[in-house]
């Protein structure tokens, strides 16, 4: 793909914008030098109020702009920016993402919704930015102007990040995932505090078949228009921990062409993924750094790597049962979330698979 940086801001509209993630994607853009925050939707009870009335500011202080901004419906017929960010919750995200998307808008949803839909691009830049080719098969199926892409389940997108450079280099056969996520992953006001302090719940709703499926999705190919995941399996379980940001993956992994922890090493820490994703306003310059500290990567202490943008990987050694061993953690609300949105929306626009006007 040739990119080319616009030679101006667009506008852009963010859904759900008084949510936990709706609030990230408005720290993410509001100083973007591509996007420019031109609307803000959100569920009935908050439209017609301002920003700062509708919205519990969790993170910072509010800019003074986006306070006096006021909150719209989420209705097609009401926002004109052609790039919508949703932070719908999965009741609304069904209806309202395809009716945007029928109107001309590209939406990039961080819903579950359409994740699996075989004509759905599910993207990490810088691990499959080729899917991006399925918004043209979508379209056409489905007759829409505009459509849909989405970022991936937050867990699966830190692991997805840890398994893309071995699965290039060995072929991934087999993963076995524990998770132990953080309560922001949960939204706001999230899990009661007499739950999780002190605690481990070993369930979150559908989490781990979310993992399971994207995984495979993630790191297949397109051919001919039509997504073919990878055969691989996983098998996943899924913890909620008293942790405020970061998403802690520790897989057991098993390869095609058996890999030593050196050789695997050496593959991660060499990764710097899809060249046409460098340079982007909210790509890390490494999305994935490798740690050499035994007891890292800990969520307090490396969760900010990369502006929220790269994952750590540690503890990477043999395994007695698979090949590999090792633990990966990413920023779930930032690269798992609403800064993986919007960096897919980078991608589309530098690389002229969208044109907003």
């Known amino acids: 793909m040739t990119m080319v940086p616009p030679s101006r801001r667009w506008p852009v509209a963010i859904l759900g914008a008084t949510g936990a993630v709706g609030q990230t994607f408005i720290r993410c853009l509001r100083d973007h030098p591509w996007f420019e925050i031109a609307e803000l ?6 439209a ?12 910072g202080e509010l800019p003074a702009n986006i306070a006096d901004m006021t909150v719209l419906p989420c209705d097609p017929s009401r926002l004109r920016a052609p790039i919508v960010f949703s932070a719908l919750d999965t009741a609304a995200a069904g209806a309202l993402e395809p009716a945007f998307a029928r109107s001309g808008a590209v939406v990039l949803s961080n819903a ?3 994740r699996m839909d075989p004509d759905v691009p599910l993207v990490i830049p810088e691990v499959n930015a080729s899917h991006l080719a399925l918004l043209e098969t979508q379209r056409r199926r489905r007759g829409w102007a505009g459509g849909i892409v989405t970022n991936a389940n937050c867990a699966a997108t830190v692991a997805t ?7 290039e280099a060995f072929g991934v056969r087999q993963v076995f995932a524990v998770t132990m996520q953080a309560v922001s992953g949960a939204g706001y006001p999230g899990v009661p505090s007499l739950d999780i ?3 481990v719940i070993p369930h979150i709703g559908e989490e781990e078949p979310k993992i399971e499926r994207e995984i495979p999705k993630m790191l297949g190919c397109v051919d001919a228009g039509a997504l073919v995941p990878a055969p691989i399996r996983v098998s996943a379980h899924a913890n909620r921990v008293p942790v405020e ?16 922890p050196a050789e695997a090493l050496r593959v991660l820490g060499e990764w710097r993924g899809a060249t046409e994703v460098r ?7 490494r999305p994935l750094v490798v740690t050499d500290a035994p007891d890292r990567p800990q969520a307090r202490r490396d969760v900010g790597a990369g502006a929220g943008m790269t994952v750590v990987v540690g503890r990477v ?7 590999l061993r090792l633990v990966a953690l990413g920023h779930n609300t930032i690269r798992g979330a609403a800064g993986g949105s919007v960096l897919n929306a980078e991608l589309l626009v530098a690389s002229g698979a969208i044109s907003p006007a």
């Open 197 to 199: 302090l002190g605690n």
């Open 279 to 285: 340079g982007l306003p909210s790509a890390p310059d």
């Open 245 to 260: 940001n970061g998403h802690t993956v520790c897989m057991s992994i098993g390869f095609d062409r058996r890999a030593t």
């Open 317 to 323: 050694r043999s395994d007695p049962q698979f090949d």
């Open 112 to 114: 579950k919704n359409f």
């Open 161 to 167: 990040v840890a398994l893309a450079p071995l699965h």
């Open 48 to 59: 017609g109020k301002s920003y700062g009335e509708a919205a519990r500011w969790l993170e």
């Open 41 to 46: 939707a959100a569920s009935e009870r908050s």
